[in-house]
């Protein structure tokens, strides 16, 4: 129940305290680190160690890359900290579970909304995004996690 996430401050449109709220609701306690250097992204990482039950990856070109990706799942593992991804390749590449949205739906709906736009319709407000989720089950294994899984289907991508 305790949530630790990573966000540049400086590119987040959410407030600390409207994470910590949102998150509140849900039955999470939250410690938010702002990190706004990829240097500083593994510190900042390591400073939720013993805080937190896991680590919430925000999205950011700019702090997750290819030079700092792999020192951070090392870390993970070394820690016992499971990360939360943003992305398939994120939990492919070692995050326990990852959140992502749902890119062909998202294609879907838009094309939806131009269609009828081209039409002459009034555009339907494209609606909130769906969702997907991926369990990297060895790395939740490794870790000493034991989710409970629900089948694997549309929106749930176990990777074993």
């Not at 939990?91 to 939806?112: C, E, K, M």
């Not at 909304?113 to 369990?135: C, I, S």
Request: hydrophobic content about 45%.
């Amino acid at each position: 129940t305790r949530l630790g996430i990573i966000r540049n401050p400086a590119k987040q449109t959410l407030a600390a305290a409207a994470l910590q709220q949102e998150a509140g609701r849900e039955g999470f306690t939250v410690r938010i680190t702002d990190c706004d250097d990829s240097r500083a992204l593994l510190a900042a990482f390591l400073s939720l160690k013993n805080q937190v039950d896991f680590v919430w990856c925000l999205p950011d070109s700019g702090l997750y890359n290819s030079a700092t990706v792999k020192p951070l799942l090392l870390a993970s593992f070394e820690q016992r900290l499971p990360i939360i991804g943003f992305s398939e390749s994120f939990v492919r590449a070692g995050a326990a579970l990852g959140v992502y949205p749902d890119y062909p739906d998202i294609g879907r709906r838009t094309a939806l909304v131009v269609q009828k736009w081209l039409a002459g319709d009034a555009a339907p407000a494209p609606g909130a995004a769906r969702l997907r989720t991926a369990l990297n089950q060895r790395v939740a294994r490794l870790l000493g996690l034991h989710p409970v899984l629900p089948e694997e289907g549309d929106q749930f991508l176990v990777i074993r």
